[in-house]
């Protein structure tokens, strides 16, 4: 004789799934947080290399304040790579059960128009002459 399970209708029970799948959601919030903490970070690091170009541009060699800039600039630039990746990577691993989480596509979107805008960025400050008029 088969017995009725008698968790299946407990209360406790089912509260119990309802805490988890909450926790899941917050798991994927905590996720798109700790994203635009890296992207905050990246656009620091790009920000520090702009300043830096542009408070010591007259360094002896002229190329050094160049490459401190770029070097901060490409440190931001894969800062927003390596979020992207490990965002897309956790965020597949999670189901959401009570809210919608920005989708993927977004995270690639703002992290590579980020990453296009610091090469752009390194590309400028190397080619453009500062003014001076070639000879």
Not at 2 to 10: F, K
Not at 57 to 79: R, S, Y
């Amino acid at each position: 004789m088969a017995q009725d399970d008698p968790e299946e209708d407990d209360p406790r029970v089912k509260w119990a799934e309802v805490r988890t799948d909450l926790a899941e959601d917050r798991n994927i919030m905590s996720v798109e947080r700790t994203f635009a903490g890296w992207l905050r970070t990246a656009l620091a690091a790009i920000g520090i290399g702009v300043a830096f170009s542009a408070l010591f541009g007259e360094f002896d060699p002229p190329w050094l304040a160049k490459a401190i800039a770029t070097a901060f600039i490409m440190g931001g630039a894969v800062l927003a790579f390596v979020a992207q990746r490990r965002a897309c990577i956790t965020l597949a691993k999670l189901s959401s059960h009570h809210l919608k989480p920005a989708s993927l596509p977004n995270f690639k979107l703002l992290s590579y128009g980020l990453i296009l805008g610091a090469v752009l960025l390194v590309a400028g400050l190397w080619i453009l002459n500062d003014g001076l008029a070639l000879a």
